[in-house]
C-alpha cells in the first residue's frame, strides 16, 4: 500500500534535487545542439551560395589563371618497323623548357559585387622574356635531319582563354608574330596561345620576348619552365596568400600593396628540360599567390559557432549556481529560453554580419543578446544583483569569443587559459557548497 504523502514526497524530490536539475540542464545543452547544428549548416549554405556568386562572376570576367611556359614544340619524324617488318612514320612533338625565363608583372585588383556577395577580381600585365638553347642530336638520340625545325611553335598555356583582354605578339630575332588560339599538342598545357616560328638546326641561342594582358580572378599562379626562373609580382593589394609548391624567395606587405620574388632552379623540379609526350606533370610545380578577402564572414562565423556549447554550459552553469547559493528558482522552460537566446546569436550575427562590417556585426549581436538575456534573468529572479551580474558574464564571454577570434594563431593557448580561469572561478565560489546536504534537504 502506497502511503499518502509519497507522491508529494516524490514532486518535491524532483522539483529541489541538485542531481536532478543537473540532469535535466545536461539534458537541455544536449537538445540545444539540434538548432546549433543547423546554424552550422547554414553558414556552410550561405558560404555556398557565395562562393556560386563569385564563380559567375569571374565566368563573365576571367578565371584563376595558371601560366604554363612559353615552350617550343618542335614536331619530328619518327619512323617505327612493326612485327610484320613494315616501316610506318608518324609525326610526334618533343617539348624544349626555356634555359632562362624572366616574368614581370602588374596586378590591379578590382572590386565586383553580385547580390550581397563581393568577389576579388584582377587585370595584369606580363612582361615575359625567356632565351632558349636548342638541344644537340647526342642529346635527343636522333638525327637533326629528323626535325621540322620550320614547323615549330612557340607555346604559352593559360587556363582560362576568356581573359586574355589583347593580341599577344611574340617578338623573335627582330620579326614580330602574332599568337593564335590553341596549341599544337596538349602535353604540357590543355589551353593557351601559339605560333610557328621559323628555326633552324644551327640556332644556338633563341630569344624570345612578348606580353600578356589578363584578366582573372582571385589566383594567378606560373609554372617554373626556366632551368632557371625568376618572377616578380606587385599590387595595391594588402593581403596575398602566396601559395603553391614554392615561397617568394623575398617579400614586401604593407597597407598599400606588396611586392615578391621567386627565384627557382631546374633542380627544385621534377622534369627535364626537353622531352617526348606528356609523360611530366608540370602542374605540380605550379606556384603564386591568391589575393584573400581579409574579412571572410564565413570562415570567422564557423569557427566562432564551435564555441555555442561552451557559451551555453557556461551561461547554465551561472544560473544553476543561483539556484544553490541564493536559494533562487528556474524553472526547465527558462533554461531553455535562455539557451535558445545564446543559439539566436550565432543566426543573428551571421544576417547582419552580411550586410554591415563584421566587428559592428558582432558588437550589435552580443548587445541585443546580452540585454535581452540580463533582463529576463531579472525578471525571474527578481534580483538586480544577480541580473547584473549575469550581464558580466556574458560580456565578459562575448569580449573573451572576440579576442581568440582575433588570435587566430594563439586561438588553442588562449581557449585553454580561458577555460582554466573559468573553472578555477566556479571551483572557488562552489567550495563550501555541501551537495549531500542539498540531495537530503530535497527529500525532507
Known amino acids: 500500500m502506497i502511503k499518502k504523502d509519497t507522491v508529494p514526497r516524490t514532486i518535491n524530490f524532483i522539483r529541489n534535487s541538485a542531481t536532478v536539475k543537473v540532469a535535466s540542464i545536461g539534458f537541455l545543452v544536449a ?34 589563371q595558371v601560366i604554363t611556359g612559353p615552350f617550343l614544340c618542335v614536331p619530328f619524324e619518327s619512323t617505327e618497323t612493326d612485327k610484320n617488318g613494315k616501316s610506318k612514320s608518324r609525326i610526334l612533338h618533343v617539348n624544349i623548357l626555356p ?9 590591379v585588383p578590382h572590386l565586383r559585387y553580385r547580390s550581397i556577395y563581393e568577389a576579388v577580381l584582377y587585370q595584369t600585365q606580363i612582361d615575359i622574356n625567356c632565351r632558349f638553347s636548342l638541344p644537340k642530336s647526342d642529346q635527343l638520340s636522333m638525327p637533326v635531319e629528323k626535325f621540322l625545325f620550320d614547323k615549330a611553335a612557340f607555346s604559352i598555356g593559360i587556363t582560362d582563354m576568356r581573359g586574355i583582354k589583347e593580341n599577344i605578339t611574340i617578338q623573335f630575332n627582330d620579326q614580330v608574330f602574332k599568337g593564335g588560339p590553341g596549341l599544337k599538342t596538349t602535353d604540357i598545357a590543355a589551353s593557351g596561345v601559339s605560333c610557328v616560328v621559323p628555326l633552324s638546326s644551327s640556332s644556338l641561342k633563341l630569344d624570345f620576348n612578348t606580353k600578356l594582358s589578363l584578366n582573372g580572378s582571385q589566383e594567378l599562379q606560373f609554372i617554373p619552365v626556366g632551368e632557371i626562373t625568376n618572377v616578380q609580382l606587385t599590387s595595391e593589394w594588402p593581403s596575398p596568400s602566396f ?3 614554392f615561397l617568394p624567395e623575398n617579400s614586401t606587405l604593407t597597407d598599400k600593396g ?11 623540379r621534377n622534369f627535364p628540360q626537353f622531352w617526348v609526350g606528356n609523360q611530366y606533370q608540370v602542374h ?6 591568391k589575393l584573400l578577402v581579409t574579412a571572410d564572414v564565413y570562415q570567422k562565423l564557423t569557427r566562432i559557432v564551435k564555441y555555442a556549447l561552451m557559451f551555453i554550459i557556461f551561461t547554465f552553469s551561472a544560473f544553476f549556481l543561483s539556484e544553490i547559493i541564493h536559494q533562487k528558482r528556474v524553472h526547465p522552460i527558462q533554461y531553455m529560453l535562455i539557451g535558445f537566446a545564446i543559439v539566436l546569436f550565432y543566426a543573428l550575427l551571421l544576417s547582419i554580419s552580411e550586410h554591415l562590417n563584421f566587428n559592428l556585426s558582432y558588437a550589435l549581436s552580443a548587445l541585443a543578446i546580452t540585454t535581452i538575456i540580463t533582463g529576463y534573468s531579472n525578471a525571474i529572479l527578481r534580483s538586480y544583483y544577480f541580473a547584473l551580474t549575469v550581464c558580466g558574464i556574458m560580456v565578459t564571454l562575448y569580449g573573451y569569443l572576440y579576442i581568440v577570434l582575433q588570435l587566430a594563431d594563439y586561438a588553442l593557448v588562449m581557449g585553454c587559459i580561458g577555460l582554466f580561469l573559468i573553472l578555477a572561478t566556479i571551483m572557488y565560489i562552489t567550495r563550501k557548497i555541501d551537495w549531500y546536504s542539498l540531495n537530503e534537504d530535497s527529500k525532507a
Open 31 to 64: 537538445l540545444l545542439l539540434i538548432p546549433t547544428s543547423m546554424i552550422s549548416g547554414l553558414v556552410r549554405e550561405r558560404s555556398s551560395t557565395r562562393d556560386e556568386a563569385i564563380q559567375e562572376i569571374s565566368q563573365k570576367w576571367g578565371g584563376r
Open 99 to 107: 634555359e632562362s625565363l624572366q616574368i614581370s608583372g602588374q596586378i
Open 243 to 245: 601559395n603553391g609548391a
Open 258 to 268: 606588396f611586392s615578391a620574388n621567386w627565384h627557382i632552379l631546374h633542380l627544385n
Open 284 to 289: 605540380d610545380s605550379a606556384f603564386g599567390l
